[in-house]
């Protein structure tokens, strides 16, 4: 479980299969990470108290969120040790919504929950259909595999109905 390289709990975007060491000269990545860590933490959920369980929420907890938040108001992108931290940021309405909502909630390292209102959102129409503007479909229904948004509303957005909207959109696009 600790073979795959990581710095301040985030993991490389490649890493070389048989050793875990950081392949090419790849970023630690803020989104892969919690690629990694919403499977993890869903499978431990399937598993409670087991050490799939345990192993699970170790790995979360020990994510410094407020490290890759890097002064904010927003996340960054990743970090490199040959550069520093990448000049992107997750600072528009995007696949980062579970990366927002692990970072707040985090027992241990947790970011501000200004860093939420902090990210870019605006309502775009397509055929008829409005949503949170992200115009590859992905990024609308990705965060929804592990988190259910529906009758969840953060006073300013439905993210259910607007990911609900961006599908139907994408719809009449291939239309």
Not at 34 to 46: E, K, Q, Y
Not at 75 to 91: D, Q
Request: aromatic share 16%.
């Amino acid at each position: 479980r600790d073979r795959c390289e990581s710095v301040h709990g985030f993991y490389y975007h490649f890493v070389d299969a048989r050793t875990g060491a950081r392949a090419w000269n790849s970023e630690v990545s803020s989104i892969d990470t919690v690629l990694f860590l919403a499977g993890a933490l869903t499978a431990a959920r399937a598993y409670p108290g087991t050490e799939v369980d345990s192993i699970a929420q170790a790995l979360y907890e020990r994510v410094e969120w407020d490290w890759m938040y890097a002064g904010g108001p927003t996340v960054s992108m990743g970090w490199k040790p040959e550069g520093g931290f990448l000049p992107y940021r997750w600072s528009n309405y995007d696949e980062a919504s579970l990366l927002y909502l692990l970072a707040i909630g985090s027992p241990t390292h947790p970011i501000p929950p200004a860093a939420w209102g902090a990210v870019h959102r605006e309502i775009g129409v397509y055929g008829g259909h409005a949503c949170l503007v992200s115009p590859p479909l992905f990024t609308h229904q990705f965060s929804h595999l592990f988190v259910d948004f529906r009758n969840r509303n953060d006073g300013r957005f439905d993210y259910w109905k607007s990911s609900v909207e961006a599908t139907l959109a994408n719809r009449q696009f291939c239309i």
